[in-house]
């Protein structure tokens, strides 16, 4: 199982951009699904997750500018993202509960993605 991350970039703050992130291999379902994002010289944090029935959970500081959103059919999680600011300038990680037997479920992460939000 892979996860693929893409989206990332170069955005003028107030500007948007949409990572996706899609989940290929022997998958029976996948459980939550997230995104994570890691700053020069800080911890890592959760960003946004959303569950298998759609509920979702955000970080305080992306609250109302992030959008998670999830396309079971595509195995595929995309978090828009809006108002961008300097301090969003970090590497992004998707993460996922993946099913891959009846009775396994481990966790995956996707390569990480780069997002600048510069003038």
């Known amino acids: 199982v892979q996860l693929q991350a893409s989206g990332g970039g170069l955005v003028q703050p107030g500007g948007s951009l949409r990572l996706s992130c899609a989940a290929s291999?022997?998958?029976?379902?996948?459980?939550?699904m997230g995104w994570y994002r890691q700053a020069p010289g800080k911890q890592c944090e959760l960003v946004a997750n959303?569950?298998?029935?759609?509920?979702?959970n955000y970080a305080g500081s992306v609250k109302g500018r992030f959008t998670i959103s999830r396309d079971n059919v595509k195995n595929t999680v995309y978090l828009q993202m809006n108002s961008l600011k300097p301090e969003d300038t970090a590497v992004y990680y998707c993460?996922?509960?993946?099913?891959?037997?009846?009775?396994?479920?481990?966790?995956?992460w996707g390569q990480g993605t780069q997002v600048t939000v510069s003038s």
């Open positions: 959303i569950f298998s029935g759609g509920s979702t």
């Open positions: 291999g022997s998958i029976v379902s996948i459980n939550t």
């Open positions: 993460n996922a509960d993946i099913r891959v037997e009846p009775r396994v479920t481990y966790n995956y």
